[in-house]
């Protein structure tokens, strides 16, 4: 849906660079103070809980696990099944059918899952308030940083780690997706972007996919055709100031085909992106979002593949939720949280075949899921 | 300038006329026949043509062509089959063999049904031999030659017991028989010149049809041959007439453009991506079809004239040439269609322009990973001027070359300081780095820019005694050049006659340039004056 | 049945289409005399093998010719590639081709002179190749006359040719060749049984008829055009001669096993010409063992080579005109390790020959690999001061183990003396001032 009122419509004499969304991962940064008991490990660390939890030794739990997930005799031994997507897979009785506890997790008790601590995390102040359960941006240094979202998954392995590394299954999942799912566009109007100033920043669904370039990464220049369904555009006020982007907060929503960003949405939307001298955008975007969108996420994914706790990751994460207020429940519906977020330079054309944003520099050598081929950190 | 075209002419007519009189020296005509070896290309067309489209024909590439003066077609008429070349060449006859007497195909590519399955049957195998002989050989075969192959097919259908089998070993031995794989090009005495020869008529049919379409002759043609009509004036232009009209010029064309423009050397382009992100695996591909397509385009759908292909904007495009070309191109999305090509053409302050400028030119004469204004303006002078830039002298010290690091060397107009400054051998680089030095804006990938190394690229030069700033200005001096409508009348001539002009046929094709020139350089034209001529009929002495 | 009374001839043979079944043996080391070099019941020595190797752009000059001459050299450590297989190679230096006038064709003159012993004024005049001669002397009765593949994905990047048309093409694709020599009609010496293919009959009968219409043609075409039909007729009776092979049951060959294939990576990095260059090594050396040829010709690529390191803008072509000479070293350092690399490549084929055992000695000891190369100093396009190597002694017939320095010399003195280890009887060979008829005696046995 578009941002709230009083946007200001782009100028006509202004110019718009057209950028394609070549990346996207949750924001992480984990050091040793995130996890000070420890963490909560990967797979085997979770069925290891889990056996314990059913009341079976540490010797017994380690035995089975190393024969995976077979008991002495041979039988599987249930609780160490990973919750999946499928029902057969560790099925739990709901209505005398078996479910899986990923998919419905309020039939699991709570696991009680370690939350990231620490001074760091990426993010940005979304409710105007420095308390001590904030952050601090590690960037931009930031104060009152909320981001829950981090703490809810920063002690899993798979999230437990700081740039360049980037979280496992979300980077599988955009390699996968981006050849099969309509591009996200962004596209920045002013009067001369190659100075600071007031913008205009828009998001938009497009209806073609990426290009690949030689090294599998994103190719700049491209073409797409902007989606003119209003559920995906969505129009903020932006500055730049010293080649940095940054927007008033509003709505943002877009939507996705795949498994790992079905749908991308968020309240209090904040945006602070550097403009590379190649042309590309590349920094963090924060904001509250609907905490079920991205457990949604994981229980698609599974235990096997997502590597988390489903259950506890619920639980945690409902927990957590700081924003959004159910009307009856009066529970909190959103969670406050912040996205890597890198766009390369491409131009945007209308269904009629108007060409509506350029494309400017040559964009980055290595973009997108070729990004950690790249000589030297981003 | 009339004047000197007029006297060139003149004298172009003089020496025709001094021919026709005994007065010049002709190149000997010759009797004997002479063998070109048919490419991959053909190969793959005449099968689909005589058989249907529905034969996989697993190309492969068999032999590598030889370059002679220029063109893979003269080479084909020095070559022959070495044993590798034989053993795929087999191959691919049972391959084709197989799905020419397999059940979908028997019943319509077949007529007739043996007596019994497991048995020879010499009188359907005679049936079906010698039809398929006409096409495959491209003249009746001789009786020897029939009961040759149908004993063939006898003995092989005892061995194996299956009739089938013998007529597929039968073509095979066809396919693989000098008379398919190469065009035998015979003779006969030419009544209308005593002591002269000329092609005989199904000898015009093949020259015709692969000059024109890059096929073997069809039906109608080989009973053109057949019926003397072909020997006629009137016969052989009604046959032209129909081929000049038909969608399988594009054929001919495409396969002609491939030989002149060196495209063959695709098959071992190598472009460093690590350097050229935006060159992925399909823009080579791309960017053939992209110029081949233009071509296509310019030469038989608008019946253009051939110079302004230096100098058009108009082309096709792929989203992937267009992330290269650096403009927009709107494309409706088919998620596993089909890549879409989009016509397109450059807007007039674009710095792309004519062919010299396509992704196909600038990749192809480049290093893997810096471009070469020498290689570039080397193909500009050996593929579209047919000049020839000889080759550079052994024993000489690069020592004076300088490294990209050093400050004042920053670009290479400025690194190719040797060349121009060093008379040895400024005396070939004059030929050549102007030329390329104009399209140095455009990388190895073809990405447009306007500095290398932070040092802005100066595309300043002289073309014939007049000065152009950038390719822009470089390409309409090039398309009134006439060396540029001499070099394709020229190079066509050879193409279809696989040799090269002897002395009178330069005289007949220096006043057919300067025709074009005056008239319009159209392909159509061309084809039609190359084809009507009595002299592409001809076979010339060693 | 005692072991004296097993010879070859106990194998029985199928009959085409009947009911007979062959009985094979299993390869005994009894076939093999006692030295394990000649098949016991006939003496006959297992036969020799030939190969030419080609890399582009030479060694650098100064750096690797070595200090002492004759046998026992020391390896100069530029050559340090080459010290595994030092006992088994010859390094010769200081030879030329002449030009004799003509132009100098850059990356092209140089090994065609030493590929065939002449230099032509154009290249499309290239005449019959050391291989083919080579091969005339040892080759009848295999498979495959010859086999050639190149490392750089070009088929023109060979100097193999049969006669005067043009090049044999290399191929480029190990799988390919895999496919083509052990694939559909590879007959394994060693298997217990044997039945000829009746289609293969066939298949030969076929051609054999096609040969017969040779006269047919012969009369109507020019003096040139029978020489291209000549050959033609020529490839025909090979191909006759790869199915009669494959028809008869082969000869137990004691080292022979397939290879192993893997994916194809073929391009101008130097990791991907290194893998490549390892699977076509490896087959020719099967190829060798199991009897499906004599003669091989292996290029690394063409004479421009585009040999490379990733992110590096130039190739090694271009490395050896643009790199400068650096003023301490007295030399162009990556070029220098190009050129190491590609000694290295040359240690690895030989090495894969003398892999292979065969009784006593290896497949490497009854072969000569020829290893050339287009330049003595690439930056120059000099004809001096070529590198020429062999490895392998040709089961005897060729010392090994020297440097041979013939200052002046035209370099197809090599190529000469390795025909004559061979046996082929001529006085001479080459043209103009590249014609030479006298070997180097001290290499010949």
Known sequence: ?378 | MSAPRGYIRWVARASMLGVCLGLAAPSVVAEESALVRLTPAQYERSIHDIFGESIQVDRGIVDPGVRENGLLALGARKLTLSAAALERYESLARQVALQVTDDRHRTTLIPCTPVAASAPDTACAAQFLSRVGLFLFRRPPTDAQIQSYVAMAGSASDTLDDFYAGLRAALVGMLVAPDFLFRVERTEPDPAQPDTYRLDGYSRAARLSFFLWDTTPDAELLAAAESGALDSTPGLYQQIDRLLSSRRMEDGLREFFSDMLGFDGFATLSVDASLYPKFTKNVADDAREQTLRTIAQHLLDRNADYRDLFVTRDTFLTPALAAIYGVPLPRSQELGGAVPWVPYRFPDNDPHVGLLTQISFLSLHSHPGTTSPTLRGKAVRENLLCQRVPPPPADVDFSLIQDTSNPAFRTVRQRLTKHRQNPTCAACHRMTDPIGLSLEVFDTSGVYRTTENGAPIDTSGTYRRQHYSGVGELAPLLRDDPAVTSCLVNRAFSYGTARMPSDNELGWLTETRTDLVEDGVTWRDLMRRITQNPDFYTNVAD | MSVDKISRRTVLRGLLGGTAVTVGLPMLDCFLNTNGTAYAATGAPLPPCFGTWFWGLGLTPNQWEPATVGPDFELPPHLAALSPIKEKLNVFSGMQIFLDGKVNQNHYSGAQGQATGRVSRNSSDYSVSLDTIIGGQIGSGTRFRSLEATCDGNRRSGWSARGSNGLNPSETSPLALYARIFGDGFRDPNLADFTPDATAMVRRSVLSAVSDQRQALMGAVSASDRVRLDEYFSSVRDLEQKLAFELERPAPLPACSLPETSTDDIGSLVTQVEKTHRQFARLMAHALSCGQTRVFNLSLGSAFSRLRTPGEPSGYHSLTHEEPVDTTLGYQPKCKWLAERCMTFFTELAQALDGIQEGDSTLLDRSVIFGFTDHGEARMHSMKRLPVLTAGSAGGRLRTGYHVAAEGDAATRVGFTVQQAFGVSRGSWGSESNEVSRPFSQLLA
């Open chain 1, 1 to 378: 849906m578009a941002a709230g009122l009083g946007v200001t419509a782009p100028n006509a004499r202004a110019e718009t660079r057209g950028y394609v969304i070549s990346m996207i991962h949750t924001a992480t940064y984990a050091n040793e103070d995130t996890c000070p008991s420890g963490g909560n490990g990967d797979t085997v660390d979770i069925r290891t809980r889990r056996l314990l939890g059913a009341g079976f030794g540490e010797e017994a739990a380690l035995r089975i696990i190393g024969n995976g997930g077979v008991d002495d005799d041979g039988n599987r031994v249930d609780i160490t099944r990973l919750h999946g997507s499928s029902a057969e897979a560790g099925g739990q009785p709901w209505n005398g059918q078996p479910v899986s506890p990923g998919n419905v997790p309020a039939l699991s008790a709570d696991p009680g899952i370690e939350s990231a601590q620490g001074r760091f995390a990426y993010g940005f102040d979304l409710d105007g308030e420095v308390s001590p359960d904030d952050f601090e941006d590690p960037d931009s240094h930031e104060r009152g940083v909320d981001n829950h979202m981090w703490r809810a998954l920063g002690c899993f392995d798979v999230y437990r780690i700081r740039r360049p590394v980037v979280p496992y299954n979300e980077s599988i999942v955009w390699d996968t997706a981006i050849d099969a799912m309509p591009a996200w566009l962004m596209s920045v109007t002013g009067e001369n972007l190659s100075q600071d100033g007031e913008v205009t920043v828009t998001f938009d669904r497009s209806l073609n996919v990426l290009l690949r370039d030689a090294h599998g990464g994103v190719m700049s220049g491209a073409t797409f055709v902007i989606d003119p369904d209003p559920r995906s555009h969505s129009v903020f006020n932006g500055t730049i100031k010293n080649r940095i982007l940054t927007i008033e907060p509003g709505d943002l929503a877009l939507q996705g085909e795949s498994q790992f960003y079905a749908v991308l949405r968020f309240t209090e939307t904040h945006l602070r992106l550097q403009m590379d001298p190649d042309g590309s955008l590349r920094g963090i975007l924060g904001g509250y979002q609907p905490w079920r969108d991205y457990y949604h996420y994981l229980a698609i994914r599974g235990e096997n593949d997502g590597q988390v706790d489903l259950p506890g990751v619920y639980y945690a994460m409902a927990r957590l939720a700081d924003s959004g207020a159910d009307p009856v429940t009066g529970e909190n519906t959103a969670i406050s949280a912040a996205y890597w977020l890198e766009a390369v330079p491409a131009f945007h054309a209308t269904t009629s075949g108007e060409v509506v944003g350029q494309s400017v520099g040559n964009g980055p050598k290595f973009s997108g899921p070729a990004a950690n081929r790249a000589p030297s950190p981003q």
